[in-house]
C-alpha cells in the first residue's frame, strides 16, 4: 500500500485536521514509499524505533509522538531518536488527542469495551474536543470485579481508592493522565472513575467526592487504542500488523 492512500485514510479516519493538538499529529516523520508492515507502540523514542526495526516495519503507529510544543534542535539524544527515523527510512506516524477521542478504536472507547461498558456520553474537554466516556452497567457490577476484569483485559493495576459504593453503575474514563477530573466525574453521577496516573495531592479529592478510582497507570491505560487502530488497519487493507509492548512502569 501506498504511504500517501494510508496517511489520507488515517488523517480522515481520526479526524487528525480537526482536533488542535499539543503539536503536530498524522505523519511527523516521512519514510520509505510502500507500507506492508505496520508496528504499533504507544511512545516513538529509541526501543520503540529498535523494535520497530527489528520486526521490519515500514511504520511505526503511535499515541505519543515527538514533536511537542515548539520546535527542538536536531542535537543530543533528539538529534539521535530523529536519525534513527531517517537512516532506517521508517515512517512516523502519530495520533494523540484524535486517539483518545475516537469513538471507534481511541484509547477510553475501546477501554469500556474491554470492560463491558456501554458508552453513554463524553465529556472532558481537552482543547475543544471531549475525550473521555461516560459508561454504564446497566444491572451494576462490584468494583473487585472490574478491578480484576482490567487486569485481564487491559494490563495491571497501579492504584484502586475504594471511596464510593461498592456496587458500580456509572464511569467515567479518561486514559493517560485525567486525575484532575475526579471531581468532574462525581457531579455527572459516577460511581467510579478510571484514569492512568495521579499524584498525591487528587488523594484526598476522592475521598472528598466519595468516589471511587481505579489508577491504571498512563501507559497501560494508552496501549489498546493504537491496538484496536491497528488491528482496524489490519483488516481494512490486509497489512501486517503487530503491537510492541514497552512498559514505562508509569
Not at 478504536?105 to 466516556?133: K, S, T, Y
Not at 456509572?170 to 484532575?180: C, E, K, Q
Not at 472513575?193 to 497507570?217: D, K, M, P, R, W
Request: overall charge negative; glycine content about 10%.
Amino acid at each position: 500500500m501506498k504511504r500517501a492512500e494510508l496517511v489520507h485514510y488515517l488523517d480522515e479516519y481520526l479526524h487528525i485536521n480537526d482536533i488542535k493538538d499539543y503539536g503536530p499529529q498524522g505523519l511527523q516523520i516521512e519514510g520509505r514509499e510502500e507500507i506492508r508492515r505496520i508496528v504499533g507502540a504507544v511512545d516513538a523514542h529509541l526501543p520503540c524505533v529498535e523494535a520497530a526495526i527489528a520486526l521490519e516495519a515500514d511504520m511505526l503507529l503511535v499515541h505519543h509522538g515527538v514533536f511537542w510544543g515548539e520546535a527542538r534542535r536536531l542535537a543530543g539524544g533528539y538529534g539521535r531518536l530523529v536519525k534513527a527515523y531517517i537512516n532506517n527510512d521508517l515512517n512516523l506516524y502519530a495520533a494523540h488527542l484524535a486517539l483518545d477521542a475516537h469513538p471507534e478504536v481511541g484509547n477510553n472507547a475501546e477501554l469500556a469495551h474491554r470492560l463491558g461498558l456501554e458508552i453513554v456520553d463524553w465529556w472532558a474537554n481537552v482543547r475543544g474536543v471531549n475525550i473521555g466516556v461516560i459508561a454504564e452497567h446497566p444491572d451494576g457490577v462490584k468494583l473487585d470485579y472490574l478491578v480484576s476484569h482490567f487486569e485481564q483485559t487491559v494490563g495491571p493495576v497501579k492504584v484502586v481508592l475504594a471511596h464510593g459504593p461498592r456496587i458500580v453503575r456509572r464511569v467515567g474514563l479518561i486514559s493517560g493522565f485525567g486525575a484532575d477530573h475526579i471531581e468532574e466525574a462525581a457531579s455527572l453521577g459516577c460511581d467510579l472513575f478510571l484514569t492512568g496516573e495521579t499524584s498525591h495531592a487528587q488523594y484526598y479529592e476522592a475521598l472528598n467526592a466519595g468516589i471511587n478510582v481505579i489508577y491504571g497507570g498512563h501507559y497501560t491505560t494508552e496501549t489498546v487504542g493504537v491496538q484496536a487502530l491497528g488491528a482496524h488497519l489490519a483488516d481494512e487493507f490486509e497489512l501486517d500488523f503487530e503491537f510492541v509492548d514497552l512498559p514505562t512502569g508509569m
